[in-house]
Structure formats: C-alpha cells, structure tokens
T-cell receptor
Framework: QKEVEQDPGPLSVPEGAIVSLNCTYSNSAFQYFMWYRQYSRKGPELLMYTYSSGNKEDGRFTAQVDKSSKYISLFIRDSQPSDSATYLCAMSGEANSKLTFGKGITLSVRP | DGGITQSPKYLFRKEGQNVTLSCEQNLNHDAMYWYRQDPGQGLRLIYYSQIVNDFQKGDIAEGYSVSREKKESFPLTVTSAQKNPTAFYLC??????????????FGPGTRLTVL
C-alpha cells in the first residue's frame, strides 16, 4: 500500500459545481496536511495547509482532515474555470519537513 | 522579487550524456529540494539539502547527483546512469529542513527530454 493515495481522475465539472478532492494515507505519523495547486507546465503552489484534524476555510476552499480515518479532503465551492489545474495532496510529520505527495488529480471546470 | 528560478525551461539530451539543471533561490532559505514529476506519478523526491555543504538522498536518487556549495544554489546533474530521465524536474526551498512543517516554495520547473 502506498503511503498516500489520491483519486486518479481526471475530473470534469460544470462551472459553479462543488468539487470534492480526496486523499487517504497510511502513516499515522503525518501531522501536517497540504493541498498544492499546479497549473499546466508550472510549479506547484501551496493552496492550503492544516495541522492535525479539523477543518480550515479560505474563501471558496475548505480543507478537512480526519486523522482517525486517515482521510483528507479539499472542497471547492462555486468552482470557476480558473480552478482548472492539477491538485496534489502532501503530508509531513516525521523527523523533518520532507513531504510525501499524492499522485495528483487534474480538474477541469467547464464554462 | 524573491523566488526560485530554474533554468533552462526545456532541455534536450542525447542518450549517454550527463546534463546539469540549475536551481537558484534568493529567499535566504536553508533547505532545498529536487523532485521529479512524471504523468500520473505525483512528485518524487530525488535529493534534499538542509544546509550548505550537506545533502541527503531522497526516494529515487539513483542516477542523479547534487552539490550545495552555496546557500542559494542547488544544481542537479542527471547522469547517463539514470535509465529513464525524461521528466519534469522541480526544485523547491523552505526556510529550514528541521522543523516539522515549513512551506515549500517551488520553481517553474525544467522539462528534460532524452532523444
């Protein structure tokens, strides 16, 4: 079993839809959970990060962590064509700040 | 403007040749990282450096080498021993490599193609 599993996609939704992106993990040492957004042919940029379990909201984006289930989610409300990108989950929490990434899911929001 | 630069943006290499990818940061970060990204594979860590003159292997270091002679520079050499080097290479940096969490900032990437 891989340390971090992410739904493979791709995912295509109409503009205005609510999007749910998910990752599961197996390493109980993970404490920090991140979502990166990567536009085509660009480097990833940090979208949100969460420490331990709970929810965090930033505008149209909500990150949710359930450590008991080893499951994290990113919700996008009122999705826009500009949200079309690859979304990568990442986690850390062992001895240093090395990150373990999911494979990424490509989202397309249709106008 | 502070940030991470990678050069070149596109690189073509013949089989059997070594090639060096450049990564420079002016964020005054101690830690730097090299990742490889393949379609459907996510990011995989090649090497990382927590401080000048020190670096550690990541998950897929075979066929790669690095140096960290200056705080702002962390070049990656893809050697002829790397069996499948065609990929998108990303460099990143963070304030330090010791704290459990520090945001990693990424450069724009170099796309390497072996002909």
């Amino acid at each position: 079993q891989k340390e971090v599993e992410q739904d493979p996609g791709p995912l295509s939704v109409p503009e205005g839809a609510i999007v749910s992106l998910n990752c599961t993990y197996s390493n109980s040492a993970f404490q920090y959970f991140m979502w990166y957004r990567q536009y085509s042919r660009k480097g990833p940029e940090l979208l949100m990060y969460t420490y331990s379990s709970g929810n965090k909201e930033d505008g149209r984006f909500t990150a949710q962590v359930d450590k008991s289930s080893k499951y994290i989610s990113l919700f996008i409300r009122d999705s826009q064509p500009s949200d079309s990108a690859t979304y990568l989950c990442a986690m850390s929490g062992e001895a240093n700040s090395k990150l373990t990434f999911g494979k990424g899911i490509t989202l397309s929001v249709r106008p | 403007d502070g940030g991470i630069t990678q050069s070149p943006k596109y690189l073509f290499r013949k089989e059997g040749q070594n090639v060096t990818l450049s990564c420079e940061q002016n964020l005054n970060h101690d830690a730097m990282y090299w990742y490889r990204q393949d379609p459907g594979q996510g990011l995989r860590l090649i090497y990382y450096s927590q401080i000048v003159n020190d670096f550690q292997k990541g998950d897929i270091a075979e066929g790669y080498s690095v140096s960290r002679e200056k705080k702002e520079s962390f070049p990656l050499t893809v050697t002829s021993a790397q069996k499948n080097p065609t990929a998108f290479y990303l460099c990143a940096s963070s304030i330090d490599g010791q704290t459990l969490y520090n945001e990693q900032f990424f450069g724009p990437g170099t796309r390497l193609t072996v002909l």
